[in-house]
């Protein structure tokens, strides 16, 4: 069994637990995880986000690998409305902007409705990890919601005031509820 040094270094605070916690946590799911991101995608299984004009997504296959890592590395980081860093907190739509800029070097808009149109839509068949989470309240609506794509039919996000950036499953109760969509930055 491969073991990580993240997973055997103790830490001496409860920050640097937290810290350690999600990194190991990122990389063992990235390590069983394998290739499960690499998706190829047809030309026609994106949507350009401008009728008529297809665009590139903005970033790549290992850039995406790396934003889903850099986000399976924050859970346990605590939810603040407003919050975009690490050490302040976040909400969800900062989550998505820290880890987008700081992993692939994408400014990501900085509101869930401005997320709802950036990038390419893409179906739940095409998704791969790295890819965004919508969730609205009914097909068409503006989006409320949103979180990254990390594989296996979960997503990393910050939940709610009170709560912490966590790992969820799309198919549990309360998520399935909504209306999903996928965009590939």
């Known amino acids: 069994m491969t073991r990580f040094p993240c997973c055997t270094e103790r ?50 296959a290992e850039q995406a690998q790396d934003v889903t890592i850099r986000a399976l590395g924050l859970v346990g980081t605590p939810y603040r409305y407003g919050g975009n860093t690490p050490e302040s907190g976040f909400d969800c739509s900062g989550l998505i902007g820290y880890v987008y800029l700081s992993q692939a070097g994408v400014k990501a808009p900085r509101t869930v409705a401005q997320l709802g149109n950036w990038g390419q839509s893409v179906s739940a068949a095409q998704l791969r990890a790295g890819d965004l989470v919508l969730f609205s309240q009914r097909a068409g609506s503006t989006p409320h919601h949103a979180g990254i794509y990390v594989g296996q039919g979960r997503f990393v996000h910050a939940p709610s005031t009170g709560g912490e950036v966590r790992l969820d499953r799309l198919e549990s109760k309360y998520w399935s509820a909504l209306n999903v969509t996928f965009r590939r930055p």
């Open 11 to 60: 830490p001496q605070s409860l920050r640097q637990t937290r810290t350690a916690a999600g990194w190991c946590l990122g990389l063992c799911v990235a390590w069983a995880l394998g290739g499960c991101g690499s998706v190829s995608l047809a030309p026609d299984a994106v949507t350009p986000t401008t009728p008529g004009r297809a665009s590139p997504p903005l970033i790549q």
